[in-house]
């Protein structure tokens, strides 16, 4: 996708990136839990920032956004925010959007002076996810029962991840 560019996210693009999220939903499950607000899940209080990748069509192809990380954290270590709501349209994955908007993120959060943090369901479905994580320098930390359950009522185990320091080189750019 030589035509892909991120940018900030507009109010606009919340509809546009709706049924984006819905196919996500679909074929793999995320979110776990359909939100009965979908415009309020991807735009919570918590939000700090959000970006959409299009094409140069102004297709939306991808979603992923920056949070006020959850958790509270030592007072004396840097402050954190929470990659979240990242996901890509299954017809534009194996084109690096996910790790473009990744990239993107890791920028802003150096100009920001924030380290980053995630999340993700661990589950055999997320491996894919899992690896791109961890191939762009993510390092599992801990893995930990969420607060919340499935739509099956069952307990979810989450993934915790944080960023190493060093931004590694946008391969795809």
Same mark, same amino acid.
């Not at 709706?18 to 991807?42: C, E, F, I, M």
């Not at 320098?137 to 607060?147: D, E, L, V």
């Given at each position: 996708?030589?035509?892909?560019?991120?940018?900030?996210?507009?109010?606009?693009?919340?509809?546009?990136?709706?049924?984006?999220? *819905?196919?996500? $939903?679909?074929?793999?499950?995320?979110?776990?839990? @359909?939100?009965?607000?979908?415009?309020?899940?991807?735009?919570?209080?918590?939000?700090? %920032?959000?970006?959409? *990748?299009?094409?140069?069509?102004?297709? /939306?192809?991808? %979603?992923?956004?920056?949070?006020?990380?959850?958790?509270? !954290?030592?007072?004396?270590?840097?402050?954190?925010?929470?990659?979240?709501?990242?996901? /890509?349209?299954? *017809? *534009?994955?194996?084109?690096? /959007?996910? =790790?473009?908007?990744?990239?993107?993120?890791?920028? @802003?959060?150096?100009? $920001?002076?924030?380290?980053?943090?995630?999340?993700?369901?661990?589950?055999?479905?997320?491996?894919?996810?899992?690896?791109?994580?961890?191939?762009?320098? @993510?390092?599992? =930390?801990?893995?930990? !029962?969420?607060?919340?359950?499935?739509?099956?009522?069952?307990?979810?185990?989450?993934?915790?991840? !944080?960023?190493?320091?060093?931004?590694?080189?946008?391969?795809?750019?």
């Amino acid at each position: 996708m030589d035509d892909l560019r991120i940018r900030d996210r507009e109010p606009a693009d919340l509809r546009r990136c709706l049924p984006v999220l *819905a196919d996500v $939903h679909r074929l793999d499950r995320y979110p776990l839990n @359909w939100p009965a607000d979908p415009h309020r899940w991807l735009s919570p209080d918590n939000a700090l %920032h959000a970006w959409v *990748a299009e094409t140069g069509s102004s297709t /939306v192809v991808g %979603h992923v956004a920056v949070h006020r990380a959850s958790s509270a !954290t030592d007072p004396a270590s840097a402050p954190v925010a929470e990659v979240s709501r990242l996901f /890509v349209a299954p *017809a *534009a994955r194996r084109h690096n /959007v996910a =790790t473009r908007l990744l990239h993107h993120t890791r920028q @802003w959060a150096t100009e $920001h002076q924030l380290g980053l943090t995630l999340h993700i369901v661990d589950h055999p479905r997320s491996a894919a996810a899992i690896a791109l994580y961890e191939r762009s320098g @993510w390092q599992h =930390t801990h893995t930990a !029962t969420a607060a919340w359950t499935s739509p099956e009522g069952r307990p979810v185990r989450l993934r915790r991840y !944080t960023l190493a320091d060093k931004v590694p080189p946008n391969r795809s750019a």
